[in-house]
T-cell receptor
Framework: EAQVTQNPRYLITVTGKKLTVTCSQN?????MSWYRQDPGLGLRQIYY???????DKGDVPEGYKVSRKEKRNFPLILESPSPNQTSLYFC??????????????FGSGTRLTVV | GENVEQHPSTLSVQEGDSAVIKCTYS??????FPWYKQELGKRPQLIID?????GEKKDQRIAVTLNKTAKHFSLHITETQPEDSAVYFC?????????????FGAGTRLAVHP
């Protein structure tokens, strides 16, 4: 089954404790992206990647890191989480090469709480 | 920067009525416009999309219209049912670094009352 898999689904952590949210897709998509969703603010892009070893900042990258060492994986790293990073996070992927437009497939989401 | 505005932010209708959600975009080069439905606690899922070479697309009770001149597009849901209750997001493609990426609207919370 074609899918985007995120883990964990729920995470409660303390301020300053490094964490990683994993994202993996099995559709051989070039494009992957991370979003955070907060009430009234919709989906805001954190980072995205056009292909292996190619990443770029989205609209709200501060406090986050990503890596794209393999085509299928795109982990989101919070080196020193703070309470304002409490949010619902979604990973998405797409076959979106030059000149092409396709819809995104989203992962199930990760609800992160930083206390 | 490029943005997508979506209205209304909340919409309440009676079962059987129609619902319309409108979006405007700023990049005249945008050529792909998907709509996503997000049920409570679940992921956004693509429900319909339209490309700039057509003005309207329909799929059962759902239709999307596009006015390229005015740079706006709309989602129309007819004969609404309680299971249509969800948050709906519109999006428009923009060209970034030679690739197309999506910019999302802020979402519309639709409530369909029995």
């Amino acid at each position: 089954e074609a899918q985007v898999t995120q883990n964990p689904r729920y995470l409660i952590t303390v301020t300053g404790k490094k964490l990683t949210v994993t994202c993996s897709q099995n559709m051989n998509h070039e494009y992957m992206s991370w979003y955070r969703q907060d009430p009234g603010l919709g989906l805001r892009q954190i980072y995205y990647s056009m292909n292996v070893e190619v990443t770029d900042k989205g609209d709200v990258p501060e406090g986050y890191k990503v890596s794209r060492k393999e085509k299928r994986n795109f982990p989101l790293i919070l080196e020193s989480p703070s309470p304002n990073q409490t949010s619902l996070y979604f990973c998405a992927s797409s076959s979106m090469g030059r000149g092409a437009n396709y819809g995104y497939t989203f992962g199930s989401g990760t609800r992160l709480t930083v206390v | 920067g490029e943005n997508v505005e979506q209205h209304p932010s909340t919409l309440s209708v009676q079962e059987g009525d129609s619902a319309v959600i409108k979006c405007t975009y700023s990049d005249s080069a945008s050529n792909y416009f998907p709509w996503y439905k997000q049920e409570l606690g679940k992921r956004p899922q693509l429900i319909i999309d339209i490309r700039s070479n057509v003005g309207e697309k329909k799929d059962q009770r759902i239709a999307v219209t596009l006015n390229k001149t005015a740079k706006h597009f709309s989602l129309h849901i007819t004969e609404t049912q309680p299971e249509d209750s969800a948050v709906y997001f519109c999006a428009a493609s923009i060209l970034s670094g030679g690739y197309n990426k999506l910019i999302f609207g802020a979402g519309t919370r639709l409530a369909v009352h029995p």
